[in-house]
Every structure is written in structure tokens, then in C-alpha cells.
């Protein structure tokens, strides 16, 4: 897209997009949360766990995705998704 229209893909990248920066312990979302703004996050930098009653944690690290449900669906988070250290994100 970006030698189609690549004043508008600029326009995305600049506005529709939005960085997190987050610290060791904080909660991006709680289990049985629903979403009041419809977001997917990219893990930038650092590192986040996800809990799920009913499974052992997970790491999520650089390159993964979250809440991308969010985006197509009526949303409630299944586990808890807390950063482990100082965490870049974008949303």
C-alpha cells in the first residue's frame, strides 16, 4: 500500500497508531474484562505474561500480538496480561 497511496499510509502510521509504555506489574487487561476501546497491542519491547486459570503462564516477548479478537468480536479477556519489566508496546 505504501507506494499506492503512501501519504495515506503515513496518516495511519502517525495517527491511528499509539505507544505504551508500561513498568514491571502493570496490567494491560484483567480476565473477564471487556474492552471499552476495541485495540490489538504489538509487544515492541520487553517482556509481558499471560495467566489463565486454568493453564500455566505465558511469555510474550518482541514480536507478539494481542487482542487482535478485539478488533472483529464482542470481546471478554480470558486471563490477565501483566508486564514482567519495562515493556514498549503499540496499540
Known amino acids: 500500500y505504501k507506494f499506492v497511496n ?3 499510509i503515513r ?3 502517525h495517527n491511528a497508531v499509539s505507544h505504551m ?3 514491571a506489574g502493570d496490567i494491560l487487561f ?3 474484562e471487556v474492552p471499552s476501546v476495541r485495540r ?4 515492541d519491547s520487553g517482556t509481558m505474561q499471560y495467566l489463565h486459570a486454568d493453564h500455566k503462564p ?4 518482541k514480536g507478539y500480538w494481542m487482542c487482535e479478537a478485539c478488533l472483529w468480536t464482542q470481546w471478554t479477556h480470558c486471563g ?6 519495562t515493556t514498549r508496546l503499540l496499540a
Do not use: K
Request: glycine share 12%; proline share 4%; net charge negative.
Open 30 to 32: 484483567n480476565s473477564l
Open 40 to 43: 490489538m497491542f504489538f509487544i
Open 80 to 85: 490477565t496480561m501483566r508486564a514482567t519489566g
Open 11 to 13: 496518516s495511519v502510521c
Open 21 to 23: 509504555h508500561m513498568h
Open 6 to 8: 503512501p501519504g495515506g
Open 58 to 61: 505465558e511469555i510474550a516477548e
